[in-house]
Every structure is written in C-alpha cells, then in structure tokens.
C-alpha cells in the first residue's frame, strides 16, 4: 500500500510514517516545514518529503491519504482530495485497522506524563523480552527512536507470549486526548482500543479545542468506554478529576497507584531511591536518578500496567535501575563552569511546579533558574495564567519570554517581586540569563518547542563546550 502523509513532520504522524514503512508500506509524505531532524530521519527510512501541500500532489496517486489534525479545510492539497472524492484517512484510524489490530495495546492518557510513563512501559516490556513496538512523543533514551513496530515474535517471561500481525504481540502508545482531524473531532485515545490503559491524571489543558474540564472528562469517559472487561485500567487514585470520569461507568478492573492500599511509593532516600509496595507488600526497590514525586508516580503506573502484561513487579524494577529518560525532560544539556542547563518540555502550571519541586529537592540551597517560554495554545491563551506565579516559587530567579503572549506577562508574575524579569525580545532574555547566572547555578529551560536554540546559546555564552 502507498501511503502519502499530510503533516509527516509532526511526532505522531513522523512515528506512524516509521511504523508503516517497517511494515512494508510505501510512504510518501508533505508538510509545511520539511527541516531537520525530522526530515532526516525520514530520509534515512527512504521515505520522501515534500515541501508544501501543493494540490499537484494528487498526481502521486497513493492507495490512501493520511490526514494529520494540523491540517485544516481551505490546504490547497486537502481540497484537490475532496472535489476529486480520493480515499482519505486520519492517523490514529489508519494505526488502529492496520498496525494496532490484534495487538495487546497499552494506551498511556493523562494531561501530564505521558511521555515518560510510555517510555518507562516501553523499556520495561523490553528489558523482560517482549519487544514491544511504540509510538511515544518524544525520544525515548534507551531506544533512541520515538516509534518502531515491534519485532516479529517474542519470548517473554509468562504466558503472554505470541506474535500479532506485523510486528510484536504488544505496543505501547502515548494516548493523547488532543483532536484527531479535522473531520473527526474525537480525542486521538479513542481509536486505539487498549487492554492495558494508564490514566496518569486530568486537568484542563488544550484550550484552543476543549471549552472546559468537562469537554475532557467526557473524552476520557469515551476512552474508558472502550477498554474492555478483560483488560485493566492504572489510574492515579489521588486525582479526583479521574474518579470523577470513572464513576460516570466503568467496565473493567481498576488498579490504583498513589493511594494506601494500592501501588505506592514510600518517601525517596537521599539518592532518591525508593521502596515499591503493593497492597502493602513490599517488591522491591527503585534505584535511579529521576527526579520528583510526579516520577515515582509514572513508575508506579508503569510497573503495574507491565505487572498486567506479565511482567513481575521485581523485572520491572530492575529495569527502571536502567532507565534513561526521555530527551527533552530535565535533559542535561551541558556543565560549563560550575552552571548546569538542563532542557525541560514542561509548560502547564503543574508540570513546572513538579519539575522545579523535584529538583529543588535535589540541589538543596543552590539557586535554581527558570528560563520559561509560555508557547502551547493554552498558555498563550492565558487560561492557566494565574496559576504561573505560584508555579515558579521554586526557582531563585525567573525569566519569562513574553512574545507572543495574549496577555500581561509582567503583572501575571509581578507576585514573584524582583526574582522575575519579562523579556518581549530574544536577545535581550539571553543577555539577562547570561549576566544573572553564576558558578553551582542550575538553569531550567521549559518550553514545548525549540526557544530559538537558546540551550546551546547560554552553553555558548557560559563560555564553556557542550557536556
């Protein structure tokens, strides 16, 4: 089958055109901005981009056309594809009928996580044989790729063993709530028909699409409605938004983590290693160097789906002691003359507030920067933008790209006094952070896209290489 790919450039839709060439399919693809890494990558897997939806892509003639949500009515190319009635899909239908069917699919939801706990998954089931295929937003350490298939058959350590239809038995998948397409309005999660779902937590986020929490919830009810009775659902027990969605109907067993009674986490030593226990039994013992509560969570959540998948609590957590995180979350970037940068993706209140929370429990007394650039639809929108200032308490000195922002950046964190400083100009933020930082400092730049390449400007300008 050919495959052309509107949208190949985004993460999930990138990962899908990996998955589909690894099963045989042709696959072709546009998008408005063909640059690298993304256009490399693809490259190197033989599969060809095009810059642009121009409508003469028709010509192409593929068995089908993959739609991604970017892509809107009025694209020049979409439009040739509806006057001339050609075959068109979206992304998560054509991964659900052609590579999750007949698969054990562990689905990963929740507002924040999922891309850590979908990778902590995916590298557990690996560690223990199973060779997963997975489709995660975002690069997961141990793999080095952020999609693949699975291998062809599969020698695990239970009964749980088998092959499904090009590739491995199971897959792991971030479950992202977000829109499908343009002509199909429902979250992406509910295509996927998991048998092992993971609900990390719920809060309102994606304001551009969704008008309240209650939109979400009702998503996420949908999500539950498809999981089967057979199957499990993980859920962070601690999070009443997720209780609240379950007692509107649940079918299938529910596990909790977070909660006495359940799967929890006793409090970490000083190297941040901590105890696991189950129904109060205790199974063993994580030791690693992630940081924060929010990632012994996502552990917990991730032993207990793959503990549903076969995999023993004890294998599991002997393959977190091996986990690598996933680029792009409190990814060290480089050490130059005693100031450590790291790169975060956090940029919902919450997320910023675990991930300084739980560095600032490691550092101690050493100054802690925020470098935070507010990019996602619903930041700049200002619906959390209250919640910003308390977000940041954490950190010693804090400065906030404003940019682009619909509103006042200066009086939303003027509760921060003179720690914070707003900059409307690039240059002049990169200047700030430069003068303001000093030997033992830690810089934490948070932002959901690439800030200008500004990592690698202040190792630059710390005059140091890149570590």
């Not at 060439?21 to 998008?31: E, K, L, N, S, W």
């Not at 408005?32 to 190197?44: C, D, E, F, I, K």
């Not at 001339?84 to 054509?94: E, I, R």
């Not at 199971?170 to 979250?187: G, L, N, Q």
Request: net charge neutral; glycine share 12%.
């Amino acid at each position: 089958m050919h495959l052309h790919i509107l949208g190949i450039c985004g993460t999930f839709m990138g990962g899908m055109a990996a998955i589909a060439r690894a099963a045989g399919h042709r696959v072709t693809g546009c998008d408005a901005n063909v640059y690298p890494p993304m256009s490399t990558q693809l490259a190197a897997l033989g599969i060809e981009t095009i810059e642009g939806y121009g409508a003469d892509q028709v010509r192409l003639k593929p068995d089908i056309y993959v739609i991604g949500n970017v892509v809107t009515r009025g694209n020049p190319l979409m439009e040739a594809i509806l006057d001339a009635g050609l075959p068109y899909v979206s992304g998560p239908q054509w991964l659900a009928e052609n590579v999750l069917r007949g698969k054990w699919v562990l689905a990963v939801a929740g507002t924040h996580g999922k891309t850590t706990t979908a990778s902590m998954l995916a590298w557990i089931l690996e560690h223990a044989g199973l060779a997963p295929g997975f489709l995660i937003g975002g690069v997961p350490e141990n793999f080095g790729v952020s999609a693949r298939l699975g291998a062809a058959s599969i020698e695990g350590p239970s009964s749980s063993k088998g092959k499904g239809e090009g590739g491995g038995l199971f897959f792991v998948i971030e479950a992202d709530e977000y829109d499908t397409a343009f002509f199909d309005k429902r979250s992406k999660f509910v295509h996927y028909r998991p048998r092992t779902a993971l609900l990390n937590n719920l809060e309102f986020d994606h304001a551009d699409i969704f008008p309240d929490l209650a939109a979400i919830e009702t998503q996420f009810h949908h999500f539950v409605r498809t999981i089967p009775a057979t199957g499990l659902i993980v859920a962070n027990g601690a999070d009443a938004n997720l209780e609240r969605v379950l007692a509107r109907g649940c079918w299938t067993p529910v596990e909790r983590f977070g909660v006495d009674g359940e799967w929890q986490a006793d409090a970490p030593d000083a190297h941040g290693h901590f105890l696991v226990r189950y129904r109060g039994e205790a199974q063993g013992t994580v030791r690693w160097e992630l940081l924060g509560l929010h990632n012994r969570l996502n552990a917990l959540a991730a032993i207990a789906a793959a503990r549903h998948a076969g995999v023993p609590p004890r294998i599991a957590i002997a393959a977190l002691a091996e986990f690598r995180n996933v680029k792009r979350r409190m990814e060290v970037r480089g050490r130059v003359n005693g100031i450590t940068v790291y790169d975060d993706f956090a940029h919902h209140p919450t997320a910023i507030e675990l991930t300084l929370a739980g560095l600032r429990a490691k550092v101690d007394g050493a100054r802690i920067i925020a470098v935070l650039e507010p990019r996602s639809n619903t930041m700049k929108l200002g619906v959390m933008k209250d919640a910003l200032a308390g977000s940041l308490a954490a950190a010693d000195r804090v400065f906030c790209y404003s940019a682009g922002l619909k509103w006042d950046a200066r009086a939303v964190l003027a509760p921060l006094g003179a720690r914070v400083e707003v900059c409307e100009e690039f240059d002049r933020l990169l200047k700030s952070v430069v003068a303001a930082a000093r030997p033992g400092d830690h810089v934490v730049v948070m932002s959901n896209g690439g800030f200008g390449g500004i990592h690698e400007k202040l190792i630059a300008a710390f005059g140091g290489r890149r570590g």
